[in-house]
């Protein structure tokens, strides 16, 4: 099984990428669920939604998230009818949240709801939000305190960061079969999702990290970062409140207590010896996704270097 | 106040017919509510929705509920999704049931949640659901008890009917200010619905019966039945179950405690001494409403028949 742990734009396109390259049957996708937020009275997930687009092949091209070719006929009528409108729902979109809300409120944990949705959309493909239990990234800012979307999505991450919070984490634990899937993985593959808010909110989760330390399979990660900045989105500003570095040695270091080999564009290749010194092995490959060939490309270089690199002894 | 008891979509459109005939903010619609349904766990309330998008301008002319012109790209998906998809709800109708779920889960009560909507979609008129307690219409059949929308709209209305009842209703009150408008009325007008589920459940709830043979306002019904037959749906087989004769006299019958015109069409005329024999007085109008001049005529019909109606002594 090839596990991805993923989360954002840049992981749901990764898993896009690795849809060509691994049977969908032998691809886990542990999903970060820090994002998710009560929308309208809806539960909305959004970085299990993109995945599930992804591996259904509805994921929108245009805009990264949603459905391909949506529309927003229902949020037309919520803005009119007084309700906030910054977070945008489609309206084939809103049969995700409608469909987990309800199984949620009938008992069901996220993660038998993420399942059962995929199944009935044809999904063969794994799919796990990274714990049951309500965990919340929370950004200190310049204007006080927000949860990831108002952040990422009302304030365009245009505010002042100083610090992150994944509120709930210490006492949550992983979803069923996470661990288990990172301890029997041929290899684990960590997206070029934000570090902080993307691939953060699932280390915190007591027993992840402690999984992958002691899996035996190889951990490659991607890093977001390209020439020292993000390729897309707030990682810079976020690596920076946690002390690390904007570069392919800041990503490194975030990783760096499991971490086997870290992929990084070509143009980073100059970061080798700072992250050698780490224990990481840094390997280079075409990093940014623009095209379906990019995506397939870099899934295919990731997996193939995960498969030879070496062992990390730790 | 020009106070009107509606349900279903006779009473949809002898609202949408008064609207050209009294001023908004002088017509009160009493409401049906027997017939809401938690549907995809979302609050429905079929009979508030097509009043307000009656006075909205939004309700769909073609099917006589929902929005006009709507789409349904979330049922689609949510029939992928393996959802129950016989009660259809269009993206753009989809945002009341939101909207009114999220308030009735804040602890707001449904004429609260009804008026809120009702002024964000700039509606001047008055809209009550019958009660803000749950009583809902079931309807005993050859397959069993079915709620309303079951029998209705799952079953077409093809399954024998043997009674009806409304669960909840001994125990539920008028919503806040039914009994007072009734009784402040300068006329009562009951719709050209269905007297059994449609009007039936308002006059189950205990009060309101009693307040509109108290009122001192003329109370004038339009009867739903024309040749002996219901201009649409089962009120026809409904009404046998009740042991009325679906008839203009049926109709008077239902209302019998508390009418004081019957305005049954032309057709109808010969019923005149059945029905005056129950002291209700009769009077003929144009009682079909296909164009919006058959609706506009009609409320006016109505309305200077009510106002020249002379009081039943009782």
Redesign the interface.
Known sequence: MIVVLTGGTGGAKFVQGLMHVVPACELTSIVNTGDDLRW???HVSPDVDSITYALAGMLSRERGWG?EG??F??????R????PAWFQL???D???H??R??KL?AGKTLSEAAAE?AE??GIESCILPMTDDRVETQVQTAIGELSFQEYFVRERYQVAVKGVRFEGAENSKPAPGVVEAIRDAECVLIAPSNPVTSIGPILAIPGIREALMKTPARVAAISPIVGGAAVSGPAGALMKTQGLAVSAEGVACAYSDFLDVLIVDERDAAERAAVERMGIELRTARTVMKSDADKAGLAWAALEIARSAAAVER
């Not at 006929?73 to 919520?78: F, I, S």
């Not at 009119?80 to 309700?83: D, F, P, S, Y």
């Open positions: 309208w009275g809806l459905v949506d529309t006929q229902c949020l037309d009528v919520m009119r009818l007084g309700a489609g309206d084939r809103l049969a995700l409608i469909s809300t309800e409120a949705i009935a959309m």
